[in-house]
C-alpha cells in the first residue's frame, strides 16, 4: 500500500476548456507516476526485506529486520535486494497515476457535490482513491510479491511473463491474480485516506499559521505557497507512520495470501479472517500481525520524503500549480 500511496493535497482540475483539462490529466498522470517511482526505487531493499519477514520465508524468518539486510547480499548478492523490482515500477507508475488522478477527481467531486468538511472530504477522497489504484494494479502487486519471496536458487518463476503464466495456469485463471484482494482494500481504505488526510492537514495548517517559516513560493507559480523540503518531508513521514500503524496487520494478512501456494502453509490462509486468526495464534501480536513493523517505520520516512519531494517538483515543472 504500498505498502505503496502517493498523497497529495493539490487544487482540483482546472476548469478551462476541455483541451486544457485533457493536458492537465496527462501532466498529473506523469507527476504521480515519477514520484511513485522514485519513492519506491529508494527503498526497493527495504520492501523485499519486509516481504520476506512478512511471509515468514524460511532461509530468513529466524533473523531482524538488520540481520536480514545482511544476510540477504551474503546469499543472493547485492542486487538480490533489489528482486521484485522490476515488476514492481511496472506496477507503481500506473499506481501513483490513478491513484492522484483519482484523489483529485474524488476531491473535487465531494467539495462540489456534497459540500462536506474540507479535511472529511480529503479523508474519503484519499480512501477512495487508493481503492482505485490497487483494483486497477492488482495482479501486478501479485506477481511482484511472488518474485521477491524467491530466493537465489529456489526459483519457481523466471520472470514476470514466467509468473502471469503460472499463476493463470495453476491457480484458477484470473482469481488466481487477486488472491488477498480483499484484505488488501481493507487495509487500503484506512492507510490511504489517513495518509491523505494527516498530510494535507499538517500542509494546510503548516501554511496557514507559518507560511513563512514553512512556506516558499512555487517556482512556476509565485502566487501559490509550497511547503520547502525538510517540512515536506516531515509531513510526509508522519503521515506514513500513522497510517502504516493503522492498517499493518491487514498488510501481513494480504501479503501471504498473495503469495499462496509459495507458502507451505498457505491452506491455512484461504480467506482474510482464517489468515488474521492463523498468524495471531501461531506467531501472535508482535512476531505476527506486526512482524516486520519496524522495518516499515524506517522505509515509511525516506518513501514519503522522496515521493512528496518528487511531486512537488513534478508539479512545478509541469505547471500544475
Known sequence: MTSEAVVSTSPAISSGPPAERDYHFVRSFVAG???????????????RIKILLQAQNPHYKHLGVFATLKAVPKKEGFLGLYKGNGAMMVR?????????????????????????????????????AGLTAVIFTYPLDVIRARLAFQVTGEHRYTGIANA??????????VSGFYRGLIPTLIGMAPYAGVSFFTFGTLKSLGLKHFPERLGQPSSDNPDVQVLKVHVNLL???????????????????????????VLPDSEKCSSLRKTLKYVYTEFGIKKGLYRGLSLNYIRCIPSQAVAFTTYEFMKQILHLN
Not at 508522519?238 to 498488510?251: E, H, K, M, R, W
Request: with cysteine; aromatic share 10%.
Open 92 to 128: 507503481i507508475f500506473p499506481y501513483g497515476a490513478i491513484q492522484f488522478m483519482a484523489f483529485e477527481k474524488y476531491n473535487k467531486l465531494l467539495g462540489k457535490q456534497f459540500g462536506i468538511s474540507e479535511h472529511i472530504h480529503r479523508l474519503i477522497a484519499g480512501s477512495m
Open 33 to 47: 507516476g515519477v514520484a511513485g517511482c522514485c519513492a519506491k526505487s529508494t527503498i526497493a531493499p527495504l520492501d
Open 235 to 261: 509531513c510526509g513521514g508522519v503521515a506514513g507512520a500513522i497510517a502504516q500503524t493503522i492498517s499493518y496487520p491487514l498488510d501481513v494478512a494480504r501479503r501471504r495470501m498473495q503469495l499462496g501456494t
Open 164 to 173: 502471469f503464466q503460472t499463476i493463470y495456469l495453476e491457480e484458477g485463471g
